[in-house]
């Protein structure tokens, strides 16, 4: 058991019977009345986002979640294949379960699996990944980075908006958390 005074971004806690993940938490001490947290939790099973107050000092269970090393092989059908490296051992995520992080996933790609007893309950990406831009408009002479952006299709046909310098085949680093443009890789 632990504390609600002792949440932690990114801490897992088992509430109501679901497996959450702190996402964001403020300690309030109003004038008038208790203390409590008011925090913001992600549901690792269905990736609803749920805000929950809790009374100060209240205990929830911490809820162990390990991660695997694993390697993304392939899609079948609407199932997506992964592989531990050590074990060779596969397992299928279906694709609803991790619907973001599709956008993001090449074939032969090295994620975490998160893993709360034997239960998959999905996937972490790395916070950054390279992918190629498939399509976007031609740069033209002058353009700068600073000067305002262009949406562009990478290779997983997730769209971002990038500067106006970048053409196909470049390949771009992608932040993970909120789909947006980094770099060009050199």
């Not at 790609?109 to 976007?136: A, C, F, R, S």
């Amino acid at each position: 058991m632990i504390s609600v005074n002792d949440f932690k971004t990114g801490l897992t806690i088992e509430v109501d019977g679901g497996i959450w993940r702190v996402m964001d938490f403020q300690h309030v001490k109003p004038g008038k009345g208790a203390a409590f947290v008011r925090s913001k939790l992600r549901n690792l099973r269905t990736g609803a986002v749920q805000e929950k107050t809790f009374r100060a000092g209240e205990k929830v269970a911490k809820a162990q979640i390990d991660n695997k090393r694993m390697q993304y092989l392939y899609a079948n059908g609407d199932m997506h294949v992964f592989m531990d490296n050590e074990s060779y051992e596969q397992i299928e995520l279906p694709a609803a379960q991790i619907e973001y992080e599709l956008k993001f996933l090449k074939e032969n790609m090295e994620v975490q699996i998160m893993m709360y007893q034997t239960e998959t309950l999905g996937l972490e990406l790395p916070n950054t990944v390279e992918l190629e831009v498939t399509e976007t408009e031609p740069g033209i002479k002058g353009d700068t980075s600073s000067g305002g952006s262009k949406p562009a299709t990478v290779e997983t046909g997730l769209t971002v908006n990038v500067p106006f310098f970048v053409n196909e085949g470049d390949k771009l680093v992608i932040n993970t958390t909120d789909a947006s443009y980094v770099s060009r890789v050199q």
